[in-house]
């Protein structure tokens, strides 16, 4: 064969084929794309570096077989031109002799066509990943503000309702003790006990319970499959959607190990998170903020994960952060408890240093739970 019935076979518009020997030296060229013999080198494994990759698997096929090489996408240029082509390398016969044929075919239109496709189809996934992400924050900000102004509105309930029946209730279980002191038989002291018992559960029901039906009427206590890691990002968004801006440093560690995906109520863990971060972060102004992110305990059905803040705070602000503190405590507290989980607080006046930690326990997801 010789390269005349190459080019009248391969040789269109976009071909190009090159005939050169073992030792990589040009014999032959078509000059379709571009002319080789204005190059100082005629050595084709220098001109074209990927085929020198390649260069121990052509010394093993056989001259005219229909063995090739076949290598898509290559980038390279020559002169002013780039070229994005495919390369075929096979062993012919030429004058007797075995050598290398290698077809170049320019794909440069096709395949930069291929990555604007391929960018737009990017563009649009992120665009889609930006706006669940979005719309993630904005429905987690929403439970958060609800299950926070339920706190509020049961702690305005509580206070309203003891001002309110407080005495009456008080009256009644006093005149039930009164009268069990004074009671002629046993049944009658009974009777009474009740009394001081159903005042009791009513004084609860008014106080706790109904707030706490209504907490959970609104907010199911459902458990979920949930990234935690993302949690903890989506949350921190939230208070760039408040428009809340730390001037000082924050930083985020999540050590090797932390598990990714559990099993948690998303809206409470995400309030619980919300009020730790923002007590941290917002809460007074410290001068730099350190979240790390461990996990303390793994299990094959369970983990135990820990959440610690340790804050800086400005010398000026020690009165400030050791009255704001004990509300912190509270809060934080209160929360933590209802996901069975423990949280402790401790200021250093001497180190001028606030340290939170906050310590939860989660269900790891099994099989069946990670693959729906």
């Not at 803040?309 to 704001?324: D, F, G, P, R, Y």
């Not at 989980?341 to 250093?348: D, H």
């Amino acid at each position: 064969m010789t390269l005349l019935d190459l080019k009248q076979q391969f040789c269109f518009e976009r071909f190009q084929t090159i005939l050169f020997d073992r030792n990589g030296q040009l014999i032959e060229s078509c000059n379709t794309l571009f002319d080789l013999a204005t190059f100082e080198t005629q050595n084709i494994f220098d001109l074209f570096p990927v085929l020198d990759g390649v260069k121990d698997a052509l010394f093993t096929f056989s001259p005219n077989s229909s063995q090739n090489i076949n290598i898509p996408r290559v980038e390279f240029s020559f002169g002013n031109h780039s070229f994005l082509s495919d390369f075929t390398v096979s062993s012919v016969l030429f004058n007797n002799t075995p050598v290398f044929v290698c077809h170049i075919q320019n794909l440069t239109e096709q395949y930069q066509h291929l990555i604007v496709i391929q960018q737009e189809r990017n563009e649009s996934i992120i665009e889609g990943q930006q706006l669940r992400i979005e719309n993630e924050i904005l429905s987690l900000h929403k439970d958060i503000d609800l299950l926070n102004k339920l706190r509020q509105a049961r702690k305005e309930l509580n206070i309203n309702v003891a001002s309110e029946l407080e005495a009456p209730l008080n009256k009644i279980m006093a005149l039930a003790a009164k009268l069990k002191d004074t009671a002629m038989t046993e049944n009658e002291a009974n009777y009474l006990s009740a009394i001081e018992a159903s005042v009791a559960v009513l004084d609860d029901q008014l106080t706790l319970n109904r707030p706490a039906q209504l907490d959970l009427f609104l907010i199911p206590p459902e458990r979920t499959l949930l990234d935690l890691p993302a949690l903890i990002w989506n949350v921190l968004k939230i208070f760039e959607y408040n428009q809340q801006i730390k001037e000082s440093p924050f930083y985020l560690r999540v050590n090797p190990g932390f598990p990714t995906l559990v099993i948690g109520n998303k809206p409470r863990i995400a309030q619980l998170l919300h009020n730790f971060l923002y007590h941290g972060i917002f809460g007074w102004k410290s001068l730099s903020t350190t979240l790390t992110a461990s996990v303390i305990e793994i299990k094959p059905t369970h983990c135990n994960v820990e959440f610690f803040m340790s804050c800086a705070v400005n010398k000026s602000q020690i009165e400030e952060t050791q009255h704001l503190s004990k509300q912190i405590n509270e809060d934080l507290t209160a929360l933590t408890s209802n996901l069975k989980g423990k949280f402790s607080m401790y200021f250093l006046p001497e180190d001028q240093n606030l340290l939170m930690k906050l310590s939860l326990p989660f269900r790891l997801p099994n099989n069946q739970e990670t693959s729906t």
